[in-house]
Protein backbone atom coordinates (compact mmCIF):
# COMPACT_ATOMS: atom_id res chain seq x y z
CA UNK A 1 0.00 0.00 0.00
CA UNK A 2 1.32 3.27 -1.04
CA UNK A 3 0.88 6.59 1.23
CA UNK A 4 0.42 9.75 -0.74
CA UNK A 5 1.37 12.80 1.77
CA UNK A 6 -1.25 15.75 1.64
CA UNK A 7 -0.64 18.95 1.85
CA UNK A 8 -2.05 20.40 5.30
CA UNK A 9 -3.36 23.73 5.04
CA UNK A 10 -3.19 26.04 7.44
CA UNK A 11 -5.43 26.82 10.23
CA UNK A 12 -7.19 30.08 9.74
CA UNK A 13 -5.99 32.97 11.51
CA UNK A 14 -7.58 33.58 14.38
CA UNK A 15 -9.68 36.48 14.86
CA UNK A 16 -10.22 38.13 17.78
CA UNK A 17 -13.63 39.07 18.78
CA UNK A 18 -14.01 42.73 18.81
CA UNK A 19 -16.39 44.97 21.08
CA UNK A 20 -18.63 47.25 18.58
CA UNK A 21 -17.19 50.50 20.15
CA UNK A 22 -17.99 53.73 18.82
CA UNK A 23 -15.43 56.21 19.60
CA UNK A 24 -15.96 59.32 18.74
CA UNK A 25 -13.24 61.87 18.52
CA UNK A 26 -13.59 66.06 19.13
CA UNK A 27 -10.62 68.08 18.19
CA UNK A 28 -10.92 70.95 20.66
CA UNK A 29 -7.43 72.89 19.90
CA UNK A 30 -5.57 73.32 17.20
CA UNK A 31 -2.82 71.89 18.47
CA UNK A 32 -3.68 68.55 17.53
CA UNK A 33 -4.07 69.31 13.98
CA UNK A 34 -0.35 69.12 13.22
CA UNK A 35 -0.10 65.32 14.40
CA UNK A 36 -1.26 62.46 11.66
CA UNK A 37 -3.42 59.29 12.21
CA UNK A 38 -4.33 60.13 15.79
CA UNK A 39 -7.80 58.89 15.37
CA UNK A 40 -6.67 55.88 13.96
CA UNK A 41 -4.32 55.16 17.04
CA UNK A 42 -6.88 56.53 19.56
CA UNK A 43 -9.14 54.31 18.09
CA UNK A 44 -7.07 50.66 18.15
CA UNK A 45 -5.76 51.60 21.84
CA UNK A 46 -9.28 52.05 22.80
CA UNK A 47 -10.72 48.83 20.81
CA UNK A 48 -7.52 46.71 22.74
CA UNK A 49 -8.27 47.99 25.97
CA UNK A 50 -11.74 46.96 25.94
CA UNK A 51 -11.23 43.83 24.06
CA UNK A 52 -9.10 43.51 27.37
CA UNK A 53 -11.20 44.81 30.19
CA UNK A 54 -13.64 42.68 31.80
CA UNK A 55 -16.03 44.90 32.67
CA UNK A 56 -17.11 45.83 28.95
CA UNK A 57 -16.20 42.75 26.94
CA UNK A 58 -19.31 41.79 24.92
CA UNK A 59 -20.98 45.10 25.30
CA UNK A 60 -22.02 47.53 22.93
CA UNK A 61 -20.79 50.63 24.11
CA UNK A 62 -19.95 54.50 22.78
CA UNK A 63 -17.36 57.00 24.43
CA UNK A 64 -15.86 60.28 23.16
CA UNK A 65 -12.42 61.37 23.33
CA UNK A 66 -11.77 65.31 23.43
CA UNK A 67 -8.18 66.19 22.41
CA UNK A 68 -7.92 69.77 24.03
CA UNK A 69 -5.23 71.89 25.65
CA UNK A 70 -3.31 72.99 29.13
CA UNK A 71 -6.20 75.59 29.93
CA UNK A 72 -9.01 74.08 28.83
CA UNK A 73 -8.06 70.37 31.02
CA UNK A 74 -7.25 73.48 33.93
CA UNK A 75 -10.63 74.21 33.89
CA UNK A 76 -11.81 70.71 33.83
CA UNK A 77 -9.54 69.65 36.86
CA UNK A 78 -10.45 72.41 38.98
CA UNK A 79 -14.27 72.29 38.37
CA UNK A 80 -15.04 68.45 38.58
CA UNK A 81 -11.74 67.69 41.13
CA UNK A 82 -11.29 70.43 42.65
CA UNK A 83 -7.58 70.83 41.73
CA UNK A 84 -6.35 73.76 39.83
CA UNK A 85 -3.81 72.03 37.94
CA UNK A 86 -3.34 70.83 34.43
CA UNK A 87 -3.03 67.14 33.97
CA UNK A 88 -2.45 64.85 30.79
CA UNK A 89 -6.23 63.04 30.70
CA UNK A 90 -9.42 62.82 32.65
CA UNK A 91 -12.06 60.56 32.49
CA UNK A 92 -15.76 61.19 33.18
CA UNK A 93 -17.70 57.96 33.92
CA UNK A 94 -21.25 58.32 32.15
CA UNK A 95 -23.81 58.93 35.62
CA UNK A 96 -25.93 56.03 34.93
CA UNK A 97 -23.95 53.18 33.45
CA UNK A 98 -26.61 50.77 32.94
CA UNK A 99 -28.36 50.20 29.88
CA UNK A 100 -31.22 47.85 28.32
CA UNK A 101 -30.05 45.19 26.53
CA UNK A 102 -29.08 45.31 23.21
CA UNK A 103 -29.21 48.93 23.46
CA UNK A 104 -25.58 51.08 23.46
CA UNK A 105 -23.83 51.28 26.69
CA UNK A 106 -23.23 54.70 27.68
CA UNK A 107 -19.09 54.61 28.89
CA UNK A 108 -18.46 58.60 29.19
CA UNK A 109 -15.76 61.02 27.95
CA UNK A 110 -12.06 61.14 28.12
CA UNK A 111 -10.27 64.31 27.77
CA UNK A 112 -6.57 64.37 26.70
CA UNK A 113 -4.51 67.82 27.25
CA UNK A 114 -2.03 68.31 24.58
CA UNK A 115 1.09 70.61 26.10
CA UNK A 116 0.91 68.19 29.11
CA UNK A 117 0.99 65.24 26.91
CA UNK A 118 4.19 66.13 24.76
CA UNK A 119 5.84 67.80 27.48
CA UNK A 120 5.58 64.29 29.80
CA UNK A 121 6.70 62.45 25.98
CA UNK A 122 9.62 64.11 25.38
CA UNK A 123 10.66 64.47 29.54
CA UNK A 124 9.78 60.48 29.43
CA UNK A 125 11.90 59.85 26.35
CA UNK A 126 8.70 58.40 24.69
CA UNK A 127 7.46 58.49 21.61
CA UNK A 128 4.50 60.92 21.49
CA UNK A 129 2.06 58.34 20.20
CA UNK A 130 3.29 55.73 22.92
CA UNK A 131 2.29 57.82 25.26
CA UNK A 132 -0.60 59.21 23.75
CA UNK A 133 -1.89 55.47 23.06
CA UNK A 134 -1.11 54.77 26.89
CA UNK A 135 -2.97 58.00 28.29
CA UNK A 136 -6.33 56.76 26.09
CA UNK A 137 -5.98 52.98 27.30
CA UNK A 138 -5.33 54.70 31.09
CA UNK A 139 -8.65 56.80 30.41
CA UNK A 140 -10.50 53.88 28.77
CA UNK A 141 -10.19 51.71 32.22
CA UNK A 142 -11.14 54.40 34.45
CA UNK A 143 -14.28 54.30 32.26
CA UNK A 144 -14.85 50.56 32.97
CA UNK A 145 -14.48 50.78 36.36
CA UNK A 146 -10.68 50.09 36.99
CA UNK A 147 -8.77 52.49 39.38
CA UNK A 148 -5.55 53.58 41.40
CA UNK A 149 -6.59 54.62 44.45
CA UNK A 150 -5.05 51.79 46.37
CA UNK A 151 -1.78 50.29 46.07
CA UNK A 152 -3.35 47.15 44.64
CA UNK A 153 -5.37 48.63 42.47
CA UNK A 154 -3.01 50.67 41.22
CA UNK A 155 -0.92 47.49 40.54
CA UNK A 156 -3.91 46.03 39.01
CA UNK A 157 -4.02 48.39 36.39
CA UNK A 158 -0.78 49.09 35.66
CA UNK A 159 -0.63 45.44 34.72
CA UNK A 160 -3.25 45.21 32.30
CA UNK A 161 -2.34 48.72 30.91
CA UNK A 162 1.22 47.06 30.15
CA UNK A 163 -0.96 44.41 28.57
CA UNK A 164 -3.11 45.97 26.58
CA UNK A 165 -0.06 48.44 25.76
CA UNK A 166 2.17 45.31 24.24
CA UNK A 167 -0.45 44.61 21.95
CA UNK A 168 -0.08 47.91 20.41
CA UNK A 169 3.78 47.26 20.59
CA UNK A 170 4.41 50.31 22.86
CA UNK A 171 6.83 49.52 25.83
CA UNK A 172 5.78 48.80 28.80
CA UNK A 173 5.23 52.96 30.51
CA UNK A 174 6.10 51.81 34.02
CA UNK A 175 9.81 51.06 33.64
CA UNK A 176 11.92 53.71 33.73
CA UNK A 177 13.99 54.24 30.70
CA UNK A 178 17.36 55.19 30.45
CA UNK A 179 18.86 58.56 28.45
CA UNK A 180 20.47 57.64 25.39
Given at each position: ?19 P ?9 P ?5 R??K ?30 D ?8 D??S ?10 P????R??R ?7 D ?29 G ?6 Y ?9 A????ET??L ?5 P ?8 V
Open positions: MTFVARKRRAPPPVRRRRTLRVDIVVASLWTARSLALLRRAIGEAASMASTIQGQRGELAIVLTDAAIRVLNRWRKDATTNVLSFAKDPHAGTTHLLGIVIAYETTEREARAEHKLFAHHLAHLAVHFLHLAGDHASDDEAAMEKLAIARLDVDPYIARSV
